[in-house]
């Protein structure tokens, strides 16, 4: 998930701010100091998130377009000047053009707001966009909801009572409504000081970034890894179960499945799955902190040579072409493969399939999968040259059933084409002959359209009155019967327009010897 | 979409009155003369449909499309109406499909143009179309049992589609009551019953017909709410194809659908097999899978289709197919599809092609010139559906490879082993309820906890997987249960590896990291064998038989010096017994010579451990030989966490620390032949009594 920090540099967050017997702070640097505990915690726990910086007053710009080099976010936090009034609307439009430009309206995004609870005045002003909220017409529409799925959290550079004196408080959390509810307002507890901002960023740290850490296992075989980005919480559905599905800290394998007979699923959303060395205390070694950077190295080497379980799965997932089926919680299942990033270099990856007994409708009910020494026979053929998947459906789909629709003329004509071409060539073509008559008649009659019956009835006395002196005397005998059987079932008489009847081709005593008179 | 939206339950009410045998007076052409006919044949004159078969056809389209598109808890009830209600199926499953309702309706056959039309009319139909949407259907029969006390979230909501002929606005306005009314009644029965749900939500769908070149007795209306419950929309709609347009139109709106037309599809001409000809080809689906135009606001939408008054199609270009089945796509979604026009030529081959197992890329066209490839046709078991594949910017690009985390350094990775133990674990469905209870999936997980307890990950780590001779019995060990075959195979392998050692054949035993040509060849074995007892120790208590092998195992293996003497000494003590049985106890004079002896064996082991730890010594890196763990430690920790892998510092440290103390002094006897570290004191006595105490000493070495 991505981040855009919106950060107001409007001339009220250079107010001062007072602290008691210490030099002199404005609140800019209060968030200042803010941003940069998250920039620090997210260039060490997080290192993988894109991050982008906007700054904002009746104007906006992109300071740092999305990174993941937090150096640069951390030198654009100092390089900010301060302008004029603040103007969140185009701000927030700013931020809509970004995250789509960049990454398209599908992938989900965080947006860090931070301001001073100071909403701007006149046209412009967040009161302002929100009072004439009602009156837009499609193409000026307010940015929120966001096009793309996402959280707001909005950071306040100010303590509750103070945001409560004005209506600002109410105007963010109606900000908050309007993007599905989705997102959440942060704000100091107490005097504004140091401390007290870094718990505010501390507990949106806790909220939206902290690593999702998890056991991947295979019966015994385990590995302890970190799940990039972390996956959210998820909704199966909102009117009979509204309440929101976690995944499971442990990710257990129950089986394997060639990646042909997966055949790209679709899939929530998808997740590196980096492997980690913990220590005792759960601080982990592999792509994490430790103060020291030659530690950090040491460490990286000795966890670099120690085997694990993720580096085993991935090559061998990588050489079979196949996928592992990972359970992440009750009824919902995801798959690792190895993804290749590049020719060199690639990676161990899960995907989350929608939450279900039944996520793929050609694999069946998940539980219903189990290990192939519990069947008769391998279903993968002693050679590994068949597959039991996918499954077949009950019913086949009108595509593949060969309906009869006569909507357009052009269906009933090629219709009844069919049967008169086949006419034309009988006896040969006795059997499809009858096969198209008796398409024609069932449909005929579910649909009451016994005019056609009689119409093509008619048809097939006058292509017996054209056959050629040279034609089998087979023909005639058929044509004259089929078109009787067809006239008896227009005349709508029950015994007649069984629908489950066919009409089967005469007996006639034309044997072979006759044939060879011909 | 909700599970339990108005889409869940669509009640069809077509009128079967006299007059719906009426005439659409739109002709069908059917006798097309073939070029090359006979001259001078008039062709037949042309026939027309009737109301009812327009309005028949027209709803068998509607529900084809989706039934195509969604098979499963979008439930049609077919009802035809005229002196009373005919209800041509139910809300199960099993009658959910075109077949069954074609043979329904065939049974019904058309109307009676010359019964009485006074004893007719689609008020029996509507009335028990509200009954139908009070009964329950099985998915929320099973939503309901499952949610317990919270039943009432389960919703019942419901459309009724009813095709007529009226005669005027109030009569429509009559039938819109008289629905009103009836909900209103039976959801007064439904609150009392188990069987039945109340309505809340109906919506209903009038369409008035009637025959081309006519005026409307009734005027268009657009939804209205006429209570909290029922809300109608009127469509006066002329027969024939402009009937089955308004239905296409409405299926589109009812389950949310969208119109995609593949463009650019080359085809073989009929005529001309060699040259083939661009088609164009237009699908429904969901519209989810145009999520990405639709938000974007990036609608490169191509013009209106040709019948359309309402409908949109989004373009999207066929690319030749470079796709295979072992490709993996990133794709966010998959929709099943319904081609609009299911027999033209374009459409069948179209889906025959897909069909036959062929994936198809789809690309944007866009005014830039670069190529997006935003979806792919596939199919899956006889269904095809449209995947959205993922065009925009991956946030996880340039991860870190996996070679640079944990592990990353190791090259010994028993990569093509794993690959071997994967297409074993491969899943399979199993359709009908098997014979024990027990779910398939718990048991591919059971499968898999088996096959682990022993696996070592990688090359160095293990000698017996490097060895071909060992493959007949590490295949089957892991099994649940053996076969007396199976067991024969194992002792064979067992009788196999002794010869070997009789033999004195090299094992693959790994050198990595070690000096020198690594262990000694009889301790190579010994390597081998305590591995090979710890693969088959995990197992002993899958069955008896499992057990009957490592009974075979110990009998079989080979045994440190000591050991030997233990065992020649167990053999003697065997005969002795016999004897004893006999004779009564001529035994106590051996035992000197035995303590010597073994105290002899005591002191060859130190030599030996003494010389192990001379070559291991400069090199902590070098895979620990199994049996240089601690003693106690080998006896206390379970089979499965040997599997573990590596050792721990301190497990290597202590190791070392042991076996210089021990280098120091001589062992006691009784530590040495002890069992979890207690020594059984006297034991002469309980062998006296023909207890087997040997088996204590050779506990205390594994």
């Known amino acids: 998930m991505p981040t855009v920090v919106v950060m107001d540099v409007s001339l009220s967050m250079t107010r001062p701010v007072s602290v008691e017997g210490s030099e002199e702070y404005q609140r800019k640097h209060l968030a200042i100091h803010g941003l940069t505990m998250l920039f620090e915690h997210m260039a060490t726990n997080y290192k993988l998130e894109f991050t982008a910086l906007v700054v904002f007053s009746s104007l906006w710009e992109l300071m740092v377009p999305f990174t993941r080099d937090y150096n640069t976010l951390q030198e654009a936090l100092s390089n900010m000047d301060d302008y004029d009034k603040t103007c969140l609307e185009a701000a927030l439009l700013g931020v809509c053009n970004i995250v789509q430009q960049e990454w398209g309206a599908a992938i989900p995004c965080q947006v860090v707001l931070v301001t001073d609870g100071c909403l701007g005045i006149g046209r412009g002003s967040l009161r302002h966009s929100l009072a004439t909220h009602n009156q837009r017409s499609e193409n000026n529409r307010f940015p929120l909801p966001f096009p793309f799925p996402s959280k707001l959290y909005v950071m306040c550079m100010a303590n509750l009572e103070e945001l409560q004196s004005s209506d600002s408080l109410d105007c963010l959390e109606r900000l908050i409504d309007l993007n599905n509810g989705e997102g959440q307002i942060f704000t100091i507890d107490g005097p504004l000081c140091l401390k007290n901002v870094q718990s505010m960023f501390g507990k949106l740290i806790d909220l939206a970034y902290t690593p999702f850490h998890a056991v991947l296992k295979c019966g015994h075989l385990t590995s302890d890894v970190q799940v990039f980005p972390r996956p959210e919480p998820f909704i199966i559905d909102e009117e009979i179960d509204p309440t929101p599905k976690a995944i499971n800290t442990d990710l257990e394998i129950v089986g394997f499945i060639d990646i042909a007979d997966i055949s790209s699923p679709p899939v929530l959303s998808r997740h590196l799955v980096l492997p980690i060395a913990l220590n005792k205390e759960g601080d982990e070694l592999g792509p994490g902190i430790t103060d020291d950077t030659e530690d950090e190295n040491s460490a990286n080497q000795i966890a670099g040579k120690i085997p694990n379980f993720c580096v085993l799965l991935h090559g061998s997932l990588k050489v079979e072409g196949m996928v592992a089926i990972v359970q992440l919680g009750p009824e919902w299942y995801g798959m690792l493969y190895s993804q290749a990033d590049s020719k060199k270099k690639s990676n161990l990856m899960m995907s989350l399939f929608e939450p279900g007994p039944e996520p793929l409708p050609w694999l069946g009910k998940m539980a219903q999968l189990g290990p192939i020494s519990d069947a008769k026979e391998n279903p993968y053929g002693e050679d590994d040259n068949k597959s039991p998947f996918p499954l077949q459906p009950k019913n086949k789909r009108s595509y593949a059933q060969n309906v009869t629709v006569w909507i357009k003329p052009s269906g009933l004509q090629t219709d009844v084409q069919k049967i008169l071409r086949n006419a034309r060539k009988l006896p040969e073509k006795t059997q499809t002959f009858y096969k198209e008559l008796n398409r024609l008649r069932k449909a005929a009659l579910a649909f009451g359209f016994l005019d056609l019956l009689k119409g093509v009835a008619d048809m097939l006395e006058r292509e017996c009155t054209l056959l050629p002196d040279t034609a089998h005397p087979d023909a005639a005998f058929q044509l004259t019967h089929a078109a009787q059987q067809l006239k008896v079932a227009s005349t709508g008489t029950s015994e007649y327009t069984a629908y489950d009847h066919n009409i089967t081709p005469l007996q006639t005593d034309f044997s072979g010897s006759s044939a060879e008179r011909m | ?702």
């Open chain 2, 1 to 702: 979409m909700k599970i339990f939206a108005e889409s869940h339950k669509t009640v069809f009410v077509v009128d079967h009155c006299p007059y719906m045998a009426e005439s659409c007076r739109q002709h069908v052409e059917f006798d097309m003369l073939v070029k090359n006919r006979t001259q001078g044949i008039i062709p037949l004159a042309p026939i027309s449909k009737s109301l009812w078969t327009c309005s028949v056809e027209s709803s068998m389209e509607y529900c084809r499309i989706m039934y195509d598109i969604f098979p499963f808890k979008k439930l049609v009830n077919f009802i035809v109406s005229d002196s009373g209600a005919h209800v041509l199926n139910s809300w199960t499953q099993e009658d959910q499909n075109l077949q069954e309702l074609m043979a329904a309706l065939a049974a019904v056959g058309p109307p009676n143009p010359h019964a009485d039309p006074e004893c007719c009319s689609i008020l029996h139909g509507l009335v028990t179309a509200v009954e139908a949407l009070c009964k329950i259907t099985e998915y929320q029969h099973e939503a309901r049992t499952m949610l317990m006390e919270n039943a009432e979230r389960v919703g019942n909501r419901g459309r009724i589609i009813c095709i007529t002929n009226a005669k005027s606005d109030s009569h429509v306005r009559m039938l819109e009551e008289c629905v009103q009314e009836t909900i209103h009644e039976h959801n007064k029965l439904a609150a009392n019953s188990d069987h039945l749900m109340q309505i809340q939500k109906c919506e209903l769908v009038l369409i008035h017909t009637y025959p081309v070149g006519e005026d409307s007795l009734v005027s268009d209306r657009p939804k209205k709410e006429l209570s909290s419950v029922l809300t109608s929309e009127v469509h006066s709609v002329r027969a024939g194809r402009h009937l089955a347009t308004k239905l296409n139109v409405l299926v589109q709106q009812h389950f949310d659908l969208a119109s995609t037309t593949i463009t650019n599809i080359p085809m073989k001409e009929e005529q001309h097999a060699n040259t083939s000809a661009n088609y164009d080809v237009e699908l429904l689906h969901h519209k989810e899978a145009h999520v990405d135009f639709i938000k974007s606001g990036d609608n490169h939408i191509g013009g209106n289709s040709r019948e359309g008054t309402f409908k949109e199609t989004v373009t999207l270009k066929w690319c030749t197919p470079r796709t295979n089945s072992v490709e993996l796509h990133y794709c966010t979604g998959a929709y099943r599809i319904s081609p609009v026009d299911v027999n033209s030529r374009p459409s069948s081959c179209l889906t025959n092609f897909l069909l036959n197992g062929r994936s198809v890329l789809l690309e944007q066209p866009r005014k830039s010139g670069s190529k997006v490839i935003s979806h792919m046709l596939s199919s899956h078991g006889g269904e095809i559906f449209l995947h959205v594949l993922s065009s925009s910017r991956s946030i996880l690009e340039d991860p870190p490879s996996i070679s640079e985390g944990c592990g990353g350094r190791v090259t010994d990775y028993r990569i093509t082993d794993f690959g071997e133990f994967m297409r074993e674990n491969r899943l399979t469905p199993f359709l009908e309820p098997r014979g024990s209870l027990e779910i398939p999936l718990e048991r591919a997980k059971d499968q898999l906890e088996k096959h682990t307890r022993y696996w070592p990950m990688i090359i160095s780590q293990t000698t017996i997987f490097n060895m071909q001779a060992v493959v007949p019995l590490a295949s089957v060990i892991v099994k649940e249960a053996l076969t007396d075959e199976d067991i024969l195979n194992c002792q064979k392998t067992i009788y196999n590896l002794v010869d070997m050692e009789r033999k004195n054949d090299p094992l693959p035993i790994s050198t990595v990291g070690t000096r020198g040509k690594g262990p000694k060849r009889d301790e190579q074995y010994r390597i081998m064998w305590n591995e090979l007892e710890t693969l088959v120790r995990a197992h002993i208590n899958n069955s008896d038989k499992h057990q009957r092998v490592l009974e075979c195992l110990l009998a079989c293996r080979s045994k440190p010096p000591e050991e030997e003497e233990r065992k020649k000494r167990g053999r003697k003590r065997e005969e002795k017994e016999d004897k004893s049985e006999k004779s009564g106890k001529d035994y106590e004079p051996d035992k000197p010579w035995q303590e010597s002896e073994r105290l002899k064996g005591v002191l060859d082991r130190e030599k030996e451990e003494l010389a192990e730890a001379e070559i291991i010594k400069d090199s902590p890196d070098s895979p620990e030989p199994p049996n240089k763990k601690p003693l106690v430690t080998m006896d206390e920790m379970p089979p499965v966490e040997k599997a573990k892998g590596p050792m721990s510092l301190l497990s290597l440290w202590s190791n070392r620390i042991n076996t210089a103390n021990s280098r120091k002094h001589q062992e006691f006897i009784g530590r040495l032949n002890s069992v979890n570290n207690k020594a059984e004191l006297y034991q002469h006595l309980k062998e006296d009594n023909g207890m087997e105490t040997t088996e204590n000493g050779k506990g205390s070495r594994q």
